[in-house]
Structure formats: structure tokens, C-alpha cells
């Protein structure tokens, strides 16, 4: 997977995201980082990229221009490599970053890609999201600052609005890491373990059960004898159990969501063999009710 940031401070996000699991993935090109620098698309002598907003308000808002050609830069190398990867060596469909394209957004759908605009206003970012964003091919932020972005250039490319939730930050630079870290996780191979990104938190709108390691006994406090018993199935019922208990406590919202997934499992088992493919999506943790 390949994530194109755009920002106006691209060492914060090279830096951030150079360490821990992240920071492996990319030195074992599992994924790939690309920052943009916005202010490289400024034609003027200070690199400006900002000015008063119409209509007056306090603060400055990121012009247009600059950040649509930031894009085209990133569109542009989406689609040389994907003509590598094809075996297609022609011209023609290298995007010629002087076109004016009408529709950038559809153009970014079409190559299995999304644009995110990091923005309080949007939909706030979850498990789910994160699982739906880790199947593209690229995935490119867009880093506001200041009072935000022209909006003709967010309705030219933006294909999702994703907050990280109800507050204001200085900028989408740590929103874009928090989602790129959540992400790459969901790709194969960032994990040693790809068991773990199935089985913690949210899965199957759960919270994950209490886990615990060595030694047996610490501050007078004992392991659980069930998890020492061999028996993986009473372990797996032990488990499943703690965390609908710790769902139910801390995340009512999650396990109302539990809820109606379990009581729909109920009515497709009533035909089993009928309904196996839905049953199975549910067990995993896959399933989403669209219509009750």
C-alpha cells in the first residue's frame, strides 16, 4: 500500500511514522510513504500558500491552486506507477499535470485510490473505516492549517471527510498519522502476527478481553486459572465472555451494535445452511446491518 501525505510539514510526518511498526513496514517496503511539501506548488517568492479569506474572519485559509497541483503531482505518480505494474510503457495515459481535469475525485476513485481531507467535519474515523481504506492501492491526506482549505478545490478532489474527533487540532499532520498507523496495521504482512489485527479491539464491535503474561502472580493479583487450563475452547468462551462484560461497561454504544449483529446471527441460524456466508461474516467480526 502506498500513502501520499500532503502537508506543509513533511519531516513531521517522516519522522512520526519512521519508528515502531510503521517505521519497519516501510524499511521492509510492505508500505511506502511519499510527503508532499504544499508550499513546492506556490509560484511566488515567499512560497505563499495562504491568504485572507472573502467575506472577512479572523485567520488565513489555504488557496486553491497550490494544493490542486499538489495533487496532480500525486495523481501523476499513481499512474506512472501503475502503467510499471501493468507493463503499459505508453505516454498517453500519464497524467499530464498542466490538464485541467474537471473531475479529479472520480479520477482517484477509478485507480483504487481516496483522497482525505482531515477535517473536524467529517465522519469520525473507526475500526470499520480503517478496514475499508486498508483495501486501496493508495491512499493520499490532505493536511489543512490556518482556517482550513479553499473549498473549490476540496470539491475537486476530496473523496472522504474523516475526523479523528470532536476537537480542533493545529493542523491534520497527527490525525493523518494516528489513521496511517491504524491502517497500516490491516495490511498483510505490517504484522508478524495478522491474527492480531483480527482479534483486538472493535472486533465485531467488542473491546478485547483482559490479557495478561508472566509471572502468575504479581501484587498478590493471580492469573486467571481458566487461561492456564490448556482448554482453548473454555479459554475461547472465557474470552468472549470478558469482553462482552467490558464492552457492556465501557463502550455502551459498541455493545448495542454487538447487540443487533448477535440477535441478526440468531435469526439466520434458524436456516443454517442457507444463511452460512452472512453467519460467518458476523463470527469474524465483518458483518455491518444496513437495514433493520
Known amino acids: 500500500m502506498r500513502f501520499h501525505v500532503l502537508t506543509l510539514f513533511p519531516q513531521m510526518i517522516e519522522q512520526g511514522l519512521s519508528e515502531s511498526i510503521t517505521g519497519r513496514a516501510l524499511k521492509q517496503n510492505i508500505i511506502s510513504l511519499n510527503t508532499v511539501n504544499i508550499r513546492d506548488f506556490a509560484h511566488n517568492k515567499h512560497n505563499k500558500v495562504d491568504d485572507y479569506t472573502y467575506g472577512g474572519g479572523a485567520g488565513m485559509l489555504m ?3 497550490p494544493v490542486y497541483q499538489a495533487v496532480r503531482s500525486v495523481m501523476s505518480q499513481i499512474n506512472k506507477c501503475n502503467q510499471v505494474h501493468s507493463g503499459d510503457n505508453s505516454e498517453k ?6 490538464t485541467s481535469y474537471k473531475n479529479t475525485a472520480e479520477e482517484i476513485k477509478n485507480h483504487n485510490a481516496r483522497l482525505i481531507y482531515v477535517t473536524p467535519q467529517g465522519s469520525v474515523f473507526n ?3 480503517a478496514a475499508e481504506f486498508a483495501k486501496c492501492d493508495d491512499l493520499i491526506f ?8 479553499d473549498e473549490r478545490v476540496l470539491e475537486e478532489t476530496v473523496t472522504d471527510y474523516v475526523s479523528i474527533g470532536d476537537y480542533v487540532l493545529t493542523g491534520g499532520e497527527l490525525p493523518s498519522m494516528v489513521m496511517i498507523d491504524a491502517i497500516s496495521r490491516l495490511v498483510p504482512g505490517v504484522l508478524h502476527n495478522d ?12 473491546l478485547e478481553y483482559p490479557q495478561y503474561s508472566r509471572p502468575v502472580e504479581w501484587h498478590d493479583k493471580k492469573v486467571p486459572e481458566v487461561l492456564m487450563s490448556g482448554n482453548q475452547k473454555k479459554i475461547d468462551a472465557w474470552r468472549l465472555e470478558k469482553s462482552i462484560e467490558r464492552t457492556k461497561e465501557r463502550r455502551p454504544d459498541l455493545y448495542a451494535g454487538f447487540k443487533r449483529l448477535d440477535k441478526c446471527r440468531e435469526f439466520l441460524m434458524k436456516n443454517k445452511l442457507l444463511h452460512i456466508d452472512m453467519i460467518e461474516l458476523i463470527n469474524r467480526g465483518c458483518a455491518e446491518i444496513l437495514f433493520e
Do not use: K
Request: net charge negative; charged share 20%.
Open 127 to 129: 475500526q470499520q473505516m
Open 195 to 206: 491474527i492480531s489485527a483480527e482479534t483486538e479491539s472493535f472486533h465485531g464491535n467488542l
Open 93 to 98: 495515459n500519464i497524467a499530464d499535470e498542466n
Open 142 to 149: 490532505l493536511c489543512g492549517h490556518y482556517e482550513g482549505i
Open 63 to 65: 488557496q486553491a491552486e
